[in-house]
């Protein structure tokens, strides 16, 4: 199983910080799932909900508000909101 480093954050707050199994995102053209060795991209978000799955089988659930953007390099995917 691959896996990836996630960071989660918004000005000033550390959502999220740790390796993970896979990210669903509410992207500007739709949804899209993130998985470990996934290719370099930025996608802007949309409101919705990200889903991470951990390593240790936990479901975590944050809320897109007001737009964001991911962005995915090697092994990293970092969330601004």
């Known amino acids: 199983m691959k896996t990836f480093h ?3 954050a918004k000005v000033g707050e550390n959502l999220f910080d740790g ?4 990210v ?6 739709g949804a899209f799932e993130i998985l470990g060795g ?7 978000l949309r ?4 889903r991470v799955a951990t390593i ?8 897109v508000e007001d ?5 995915t390099s090697g092994n990293q ?5």
Do not use: Y
């Not at 390796?19 to 896979?22: A, F, K, R, Y």
């Not at 669903?24 to 053209?29: A, D, K, M, V």
């Open 47 to 50: 409101h919705g909900d990200i």
């Open 6 to 8: 996630l960071t989660i």
């Open 38 to 44: 996934h290719e370099a991209l930025v996608s802007e």
């Open 19 to 22: 390796e993970v199994v896979s």
């Open 67 to 71: 737009g964001g953007i991911a962005e």
């Open 56 to 63: 240790d089988g936990d479901t975590h659930r944050f809320t």
């Open 24 to 29: 669903s995102l509410p992207g500007i053209e």
């Open 77 to 81: 995917v970092t969330i601004l909101l």
